[in-house]
C-alpha cells in the first residue's frame, strides 16, 4: 500500500474513534487506543517494507494466525469489560450499552486487522466500519436535524470511497516487476481520487442544498398545515385519554386543566421532597393562542428559523454520581444536566413522578440544573424539558430563588406579542379603554392582575355561551365566572395588548404537606394555569397570577443553601473529572460537542468554495498545457542543475542569469586553466568535469531528453 493510502487510513480511524468516542462519551480512552494502533501499524509497516521477501512457511503462518486470533480476542473481551461496567449500563440501559459495545468492538477489530495487516490492510474494514457508523447513528451520536444526517451521510459515504480505494487497489507488495519502474503513474492514480471523491461531495451537499431549500420555500405552508391537524388530534386524544386514572396536565385547549382537575380529584399527581414549600411547579408553557387552544410554535410547528432562541437544544449530562434518595434512602445513579447559570442560593426538590401519567416534567421557575435518569436532555425556548427524563425513577431540580436574566430577540419578541386575528381589534380597545396611559411593566402587570381579581369570580362551572363567540371575547365582554384557564388565557391577551410579551403556564400547585411521609403532594385539583411576562427592563420573566383566590408561591428560603459556590464541582467533578482549571473546563467543554456539529458547519459554508478548489485542481493536473508528459523531466532536469550549481558556487563560480549553459561551461574551463590544478585530486577531477557536463545537460534539454546526473 502507497503512503498515501496509508496516511488516508490512519486519518480515516482518527475520525472513527473521534464519532464513537463523542457519542458514548468515551473520546479520551477510544481515540488514545487509535492512535496507539496507528503509530504501532506504522512502524509495523516500515520495518516489513524493508525486510527481504521470505516464502511461505505453514508452520509460521499458522503461528501468525494464532497469534492475531487471541490478541483479536484479548482486545474485544477488554473492550466488552471496560464498557459493560455497571456505572455505564446504569447511565445508558441495556439498548444503549448493547449498541455500546457493538460500535466500540467493530473499532477494535478493526484497529487489531490493521495492526495485524500494516501494508495491504483487509476488506473486512469496510463492512466494520459501516457498521460502527450505522450504531453510532442509532445511539444518537448524530443530531436529529436533516443537516447532520445529511453530513453523517456524506463524510461516511467519502471515508467509504477513500478507503474502498486504498484497501483493495493493488497493494506495492503485490506490484509486478516490470510496474516497478513506473510509480509515477500508481502516484498520479492515487492522487486522483481524493480529488474526484471531493468533487463528488460537493456536487453532493449542492444538490441536497437546492433540494432541501426547494423544501423550505415551496412546501412550509403544507407542513404547518398537516402539523397543526396531527397536534389537534393528539391534544384531543390526550384530553380525553385516560391511562390508570387521568394523564398529566398539559392544558392546550381551554377546559382541559378543568377536566384534569375533575376528574378523581383527590388522585396524586406529584410526590415531592424538599424542606420550604414547592409552589408552583411548570409543565408545560405556550406561546400562540388560536381558536380556543394554546400551542407552542417550536413545538407543535415547522419552525424555519435561523434565531437560536427559538429553537429547542439538546443538553449532554455533565456528570453521573450516586444519590441517595430521600423517599426511601435509596441509592440510585443520576445524570447531572446544566439549564441556567445559578442566580443566588438555591434550593433542592426531589420530585417523584407517576409513570403512567406521563412523561412531562415538572420544575420550578428558576430551575438550575436538574439530576435525572438520562442520556440527554431537550429543552424548549420556555425552559421546558420536552424529552429525555425517564420516569421509572424520580428527578432532582435545583432552583434558584432569583429568576436569572435572559435577552428576547426581536423575532422571539413578535412571537410572544403575537394576538389571533380574530380578537386583535376587541384586545387592543378592550386595554385601551381600561388601561391606556399605563407606561411601566409592573403599572401594566398589576393593573390586569388586579383587575380580573377584582371584578370576576372564580367557578368550575361555566355559563351558556353564544354559538360562535369567542370564550375569552365572551369572558371579557360579559364578566362571567370562570375558572384559572380564562384568567391566565385573557391575562397573557391583555398583556400583549399592551405591548408586554407573556406566555401561557400550565402545571400543580404543590402546597399541601404530608406529615406521614414528610412530603408535599399535589393532587389532580391541584391542576392550575397561570402567565409569565417578560419584564424588559431586567430582562427577567415574572409571574403573574390573576385567578382570584390565588397566590402566586414559588420556593422560598427556608433552609436553602447560602451560597451558589461548589455549584461547578457538580460537573466538573468525579467520573469525567478533567479538572477545576481553565484548561480542563476547556477539555470537558470540547470532548461533548458532538463531531457532527463542526462537521456540519464545515459542509455548509464549504459548498461552493469546495466545488471550485477541486475544479481547479482538476484543471491544473489535467488541462493546463505545459503539465503533459514531461512534467516530471522538466521538475527533475531542474532539481538536478540546481544542485551542480550549487556545486560550482562551493569553488566561486556562480552562473548569472542571463548566461547560457554553454557560455557558463567555457568560463569553467577558463578558470580551470588559470589555475595550478594537480591531476588526482578529486575535487579537481570533478571541477575538470563540469563543463563537459553542462554541455550535455544543455543538448539533452534541447532534445526533450532527462540529461544524465552529474558525477
Request: hydrophobic share 40%; proline share 5%; net charge neutral.
Amino acid at each position: 500500500m502507497a503512503p498515501y493510502a496509508t496516511r488516508t487510513i490512519a486519518f480515516i480511524f482518527i475520525a472513527q474513534a473521534m464519532f464513537v468516542g463523542s457519542t458514548f462519551r468515551s473520546a479520551v480512552p477510544t481515540v488514545t487506543v487509535a492512535f496507539a494502533a496507528i503509530l504501532i501499524a506504522s512502524s509495523r509497516g516500515w520495518l516489513l517494507r524493508r525486510r527481504l521477501p521470505q516464502q511461505r512457511n505453514l508452520f509460521v503462518t499458522a503461528i501468525k494466525w494464532i497469534t492475531f486470533a487471541v490478541t483479536l480476542g484479548f482486545m474485544l473481551a477488554a473492550c466488552g469489560l471496560w464498557r459493560s461496567t455497571t456505572e455505564i449500563l446504569l447511565q445508558q440501559g441495556p439498548v444503549q450499552a448493547t449498541l455500546d459495545i457493538c460500535a466500540h468492538s467493530c473499532l477494535v477489530t478493526s484497529l487489531v486487522i490493521w495492526v495485524a495487516r500494516p501494508l495491504r490492510g483487509h476488506y473486512m474494514m469496510l463492512p466494520l466500519g459501516l457498521l460502527m457508523i450505522t450504531l453510532c447513528v442509532l445511539a444518537g451520536g448524530a443530531s436529529t436535524s436533516q443537516a447532520a444526517q445529511t453530513t453523517v451521510a456524506l463524510a461516511t459515504c467519502a471515508g467509504f470511497c477513500l478507503a474502498s480505494h486504498c484497501l483493495l487497489g493493488v497493494s506495492t507488495a503485490q506490484q509486478e516487476p516490470n510496474q516497478s519502474s513506473e510509480p509515477n503513474a500508481s502516484k498520479a492514480q492515487f492522487a486522483l481520487t481524493p480529488l474526484l471523491v471531493l468533487l463528488t461531495l460537493s456536487l453532493l451537499l449542492m444538490a441536497t442544498s437546492v433540494v432541501a431549500n426547494g423544501t423550505q420555500v415551496v412546501l412550509p405552508i403544507i407542513q404547518q398545515k398537516l402539523q397543526e391537524q396531527l397536534q389537534v388530534s393528539l391534544n384531543m386524544s390526550s384530553d380525553e385519554q385516560v391511562i390508570g386514572g387521568t394523564r398529566y396536565v398539559r392544558g392546550s385547549t381551554l377546559g382541559s386543566v378543568r377536566k384534569t382537575m375533575i376528574k378523581n380529584p383527590r388522585e396524586i399527581a406529584l410526590t415531592v421532597y424538599s424542606n420550604p414549600t414547592p409552589g408552583y411547579l411548570r409543565g408545560n408553557a405556550f406561546d400562540k393562542y388560536r381558536g380556543r387552544r394554546w400551542q407552542t410554535l417550536q413545538t407543535d410547528f415547522i419552525l424555519n428559523t435561523n434565531d437560536p432562541s427559538m429553537l429547542d437544544r439538546d443538553i449532554a449530562p455533565g456528570k453521573t454520581t450516586a444519590r441517595k434518595l430521600r423517599s426511601d434512602n435509596r441509592a440510585i445513579k443520576l445524570s447531572t444536566f446544566l439549564l441556567e447559570d445559578p442566580n443566588g442560593p438555591t434550593v433542592e426538590l426531589e420530585i417523584h413522578n407517576d409513570p403512567m401519567k406521563g412523561t412531562v416534567v415538572f420544575l420550578p421557575q428558576a430551575t438550575s440544573w436538574i439530576e435525572a435518569k438520562s442520556n440527554e436532555l431537550t429543552l424548549n425556548p420556555h425552559g421546558i424539558v420536552r424529552l429525555g427524563v425517564d420516569m421509572s425513577e424520580p428527578y432532582v431540580a435545583v432552583a434558584s430563588l432569583q429568576q436569572p436574566k435572559e435577552s428576547m430577540s426581536p423575532q422571539r419578541r413578535r412571537l410572544l406579542l403575537d394576538l389571533p386575528p380574530t380578537m386583535r381589534n376587541f384586545l387592543l380597545n378592550y386595554s385601551a379603554e381600561k388601561w391606556g396611559n399605563l407606561g411601566t411593566f409592573a403599572e401594566k402587570t398589576n393593573a390586569v392582575s388586579g383587575y380580573l381579581r377584582g371584578n370576576f369570580e372564580y367557578s368550575l362551572d361555566l355559563p351558556e355561551r353564544r354559538r360562535g363567540t369567542e370564550p375569552i371575547v365572551n369572558f371579557l365582554d360579559t364578566g362571567h365566572a370562570a375558572h384559572c384557564e380564562y384568567f391566565a388565557t385573557a391575562t397573557v391577551l391583555l398583556l400583549r395588548s399592551l405591548d408586554v410579551p407573556a406566555r401561557y403556564i400550565t402545571g400543580y400547585v404543590v402546597d399541601e404537606y404530608n406529615a406521614d411521609g414528610e412530603s408535599w403532594l399535589a393532587r389532580n385539583l391541584d391542576a392550575h394555569a397561570w402567565v409569565e411576562a417578560y419584564d424588559e427592563d431586567t430582562q427577567r420573566w415574572i409571574a403573574v397570577e390573576s385567578t382570584p383566590g390565588r397566590q402566586y408561591q414559588t420556593i422560598s428560603t427556608d433552609e436553602q443553601s447560602a451560597t451558589g459556590d461548589g455549584l461547578f464541582d457538580v460537573f466538573y467533578s468525579g467520573g469525567d473529572d478533567y479538572g477545576d482549571t481553565i484548561l480542563g473546563r476547556a477539555l470537558g467543554w470540547l470532548l461533548s460537542i458532538r463531531i457532527t456539529d463542526p462537521l456540519n458547519i464545515l459542509f455548509r459554508v464549504a459548498q461552493l468554495p469546495l466545488f471550485c478548489v477541486v475544479v481547479f485542481l482538476l484543471w491544473k493536473k489535467f488541462l493546463r498545457p505545459e503539465l503533459g508528459e514531461d512534467r516530471d523531466i522538466d521538475i527533475a532536469s531542474r532539481r538536478m542543475l540546481r544542485q551542480v550549481d550549487r556545486t560550482c558556487k562551493k569553488h566561486k563560480l556562480i552562473r548569472d542569469r542571463s548566461e547560457t549553459l554553454n557560455q557558463f561551461a567555457d568560463r569553467i574551463e577558463a578558470a580551470c586553466d588559470a589555475h595550478d590544478n594537480s591531476p588526482g585530486h578529486a575535487d579537481n577531477e570533478r571541477l575538470n568535469a563540469l563543463p563537459t557536463w553542462y554541455r550535455q545537460f544543455a543538448t539533452a534539454r534541447y532534445q526533450g531528453m532527462r540529461p544524465a546526473p552529474f558525477g
